[in-house]
């Protein structure tokens, strides 16, 4: 199963564009790469997932380059309502699907 | 509500007790996942289910859990002889994809405090 590894934690401030790195150094032909996010007491939450390239959605863009070995999420202008801790996982057609420890983005006024 | 829901959502009892939690997927997602979660870390994967099939348990997880199926919807974790360590937030979640590949809806957790 593919580890991944991401920065424990980040600050921003409200309205900056927010970039956060994950390295998955050995992920699979079939591996997806999905990222969740999470706030205090509540279960994850599905931000974005892509196997390759750009993804784009109404909240975020996830960057893959052509090795797979590493995303991107960004997130575009954040709000304080945008701290929360997010996951990077990433997993294909087999076996269990693994978070790692998270980063915690902490946005400021 | 058609969400994802887990009960009791807080249980508190004392050690050596057995408890049992419930999840009820959303109407016919065929995969289930139960998580462990403790403060600071990210959810501890410990068991999934593919219709009524459980698929792979973690080889972390002791033989006190045990989950189960029935009949491809609801699911129930149960922990015998509780212990203190066993005190976490359970999560479940479901989706609809016949692979990981897809987006796993979860639902609020089933806080556990053993004292």
């Known amino acids: 199963l593919a580890k991944t590894t991401q920065p424990i934690s980040m600050d921003s401030y409200e309205g900056q564009e927010v970039n956060i790195t994950c390295s998955h150094n050995?992920?699979?032909?079939?591996?997806?790469i999905t990222w969740y996010q999470q706030f205090p007491s509540q279960g994850p939450r599905f931000i974005i997932q892509g196997y390759k390239t750009k993804v784009t959605n109404e909240v975020a863009s996830l960057f893959i380059p052509a090795d797979r070995k590493s995303s991107t999420l960004s997130l575009p202008r954040v709000s304080l309502s945008d701290t929360a801790v997010y996951y990077c996982l990433v997993g294909g057609s087999q076996g269990n699907l693994i978070f790692g420890k998270g980063t915690k983005l902490s946005v400021k006024p | 509500d058609t969400g994802v829901s887990q009960n009791p959502r807080h249980k508190i009892t004392k050690r050596g007790q057995n408890v049992t939690f419930r999840c009820d997927p959303i109407?016919?997602?065929?995969?289930l996942y139960w998580y462990r979660q403790t403060l600071g870390q990210g959810p501890e994967f410990l068991t999934y289910f593919q219709n009524e099939a459980q698929l792979e348990k973690s080889r972390l997880l002791s033989d006190r859990f045990s989950a189960e199926r029935p009949k491809g919807s609801f699911s129930t974790l149960e922990i015998q002889r509780t212990e203190q360590g066993d005190s976490a937030m359970y999560l479940c979640?479901?989706?609809?994809?016949?692979?990981?590949?897809?987006?796993?809806?979860f639902g609020e957790g089933s806080r556990l405090t053993v004292l």
């Open positions: 050995n992920i699979a032909t079939n591996d997806y």
């Open positions: 979640a479901s989706t609809p994809s016949l692979t990981n590949t897809g987006e796993l809806f």
């Open positions: 109407s016919e997602h065929n995969r």
